[in-house]
């Protein structure tokens, strides 16, 4: 008998909506593994209370015949340690805030619970998402269920961790410069970036540039579209509003036999931001590239440039985000060194360099995309290097190299995150030893549901689900 972590989200909801499992039972199994399967560092706070009264409530609506309940009602979920739950600790991966229990939700938060989803806790981030590795203060740090001695990167990282270890089926995240899709690829998930606007950013706005983008986060392409409705129930304030249709899981379930229209695809070796690409990595992209043509579609090689003055400029405008915490001075000390040195880049950067770095970056993702008009899909590295090891990429003496290193690992991921084009990391590749390569898809603004239409396609094509391992031995 398939244990109940095995089962996709989808299944779960299905198997609940027609009486063969309990709300509560589930949510009981998913709580006890989050409590003793997490060697993986995947959760901050195990919400047991609080879950458990969710899935009592969300039984006795069950119990009481109500008609037209959402599609994953009663599905266990994460929501990542950034945003704010009321009465449920928020740490954002900082010590300044180890004990911080907001009075109110986030947004998103609200469209998980209005979805009948099942919260069961916090997944773990580094210190307010500002590193793509997630090693925080406050948690030990995230880890790939694949190999827990390599880093499940950031600044999703405990979500991604989540749902590649079987904690549970699917998981909220966000993505400012890769944090959904990095964590994705080393910790054999699919992690979506949506299209800038298709989502809320929460009460706080739009993080004033645009790069921020919340997403799911989930083990089929199937559970990432069923998640992205429940999230897209409230779009992005202050941005156009890019299409959409009615169900993306629909779009998926329809698109998913690949007898849809032929594609043109952009195979983009290399990495746009300076790091040189492990072998692995771009074999991986290769095989892709070779699956698409044997399925009858067009594929053209166009690498991607290296161009570090985009780079430079989007971690100008990075760092500057990283300068708009309030932060009291008398706190300043217990931030990490990378925050604090992307908190003092900020306050060194003057306003008309900050604003010829936006300028910059939105000439340069004018180009880009005006260079792949012509394709429908363009298919990159996620990340250039194969899962590294916990502490690798943190340097807490020269926060400064550290940042060159970060860079350099995460790739292409800030493409979409300039461009406010869909991207979505999937587990295409694989080392030798197991370990999963992401491979990044990427398509124009608004064809969200053409991006999850190829990843299924692509999933049919090259299966992932039998890699997971979903109990391991303890990590000491």
Same mark, same amino acid.
């Given at each position: ?5 095995q ?9 609940i909506?027609?009486?063969q499992?309990?709300v509560?039972?589930v949510? /009981? ?11 993986v560092? =995947?959760f901050?706070t195990?919400?047991?209370e ?7 409530h969300?039984?006795a /609506?069950?119990? @009481? ?9 009663g ?8 945003e704010?739950?009321r ?12 004990d911080?229990?907001?009075e ?16 069961i806790?916090?997944t ?25 001695a ?17 904690l ?6 966000s993505?400012?410069?890769?944090s959904?899709? *990095?964590?994705? *690829? ?7 970036k ?11 706005g ?16 199937r $559970? ?7 999230l897209?129930t409230? #779009? ?8 959409? #249709? ?6 998926v379930?329809?698109g ?14 290399g990495?746009v ?5 492990? #072998?692995e990595? *771009? =074999? ?8 698409l043509?044997?399925?009858g579609?067009?594929v ?9 003055a985009f ?18 001075q008398?706190?300043?000390?217990l931030l ?6 992307l908190?003092?880049?900020?306050r060194e ?5 900050l =604003?010829?770095?936006i ?10 995309s ?6 429908d899909?363009?298919?990159t ?13 943190r340097? $807490? ?5 550290e ?10 991921t ?9 991207s979505?990391?999937? #587990?295409?590749g ?18 969200? @549901?053409d ?9 049919a094509?090259m299966?992932?689900?039998? /890699? ?6 303890s990590?000491?």
């Open positions: 008998m398939t244990d109940l972590h089962l996709s989200a989808v299944e779960l909801a299905e198997a909506a027609r009486r499992l309990s509560p039972e949510t /009981r199994h998913f709580l006890d593994r989050a409590a003793t399967q997490d060697d560092g =995947a901050t195990v919400a047991t609080h879950a458990l009264e969710l899935a009592d969300a039984q /609506r069950l119990d @009481a015949g109500e008609e037209g309940l959402p599609r994953l009602f599905v266990p979920t994460a929501i990542k340690d950034l704010t739950t009465g449920i600790r928020t740490t954002f991966g900082s010590a300044i805030f180890r911080f229990v907001p109110v939700d986030d947004e998103i938060v609200e469209a998980i619970r209005d979805g009948g989803l099942v919260d806790g916090k773990t981030v580094p210190e307010f998402g500002a590193a793509c590795y997630t090693e925080p203060d406050v948690a030990p740090p995230a880890r790939s269920p694949f190999d827990p390599r880093s499940a990167a950031g600044s999703s990282g405990g979500a991604a961790a989540a749902v590649g270890a079987g549970v089926p699917i998981a909220q995240g993505d400012t410069a890769g959904l899709r *990095s964590p994705a *690829s080393v910790c054999g998930v699919v992690g979506l949506p299209s800038r606007g298709l989502l809320t950013m929460g009460y706080a739009h993080n004033g540039f645009g790069f921020a983008s919340k997403g799911p986060i989930a083990r089929t392409v $559970d990432t579209a069923a998640l992205l409705d429940v897209a409230r #779009p992005g304030a202050g941005t156009l509003h890019p299409p959409r #249709p009615d169900s993306f899981e629909d779009a379930v329809r998913a036999d690949g007898s849809s229209r032929r594609l043109t695809v952009a195979l983009a070796q990495s931001s300076r790091g040189p690409v492990d #072998p990595v *771009s =074999a991986a992209v290769a095989r892709v590239g070779a699956v043509e044997s399925l579609h067009t053209v090689e166009r690498p991607q440039a290296v161009d570090t780079s430079d400029a989007f971690i100008t405008m990075f760092s500057s985000l990283a300068g708009t915490k309030p932060i009291p008398e706190y300043e000390h990490r060194p990378i925050v604090r040195h908190r003092i880049r900020a950067t003057s306003s008309g360099d =604003a010829a770095a300028g910059l970056v939105q000439a340069w993702s004018r180009r880009w005006l260079d792949h008009e012509d394709v899909l363009v298919i590295p996620t990340v250039t290097l194969p899962p590294v090891a916990v502490g690798e990429l340097n $807490d003496a020269d926060p400064a190299t940042l060159a290193d970060m860079v350099a690992f995460t790739g292409n800030i493409v979409a995150n300039a461009t406010g084009f869909p979505v990391s999937l #587990p295409l694989w080392t030798d030893e197991g370990v999963p390569l992401g491979v990044m898809i990427s398509a124009k603004w608004g064809a969200d @549901a991006l999850l239409t190829a990843a299924a396609m692509l999933e094509a299966p992932w689900h039998s /890699r997971y391992r979903f109990d391991r031995s990590v000491s």
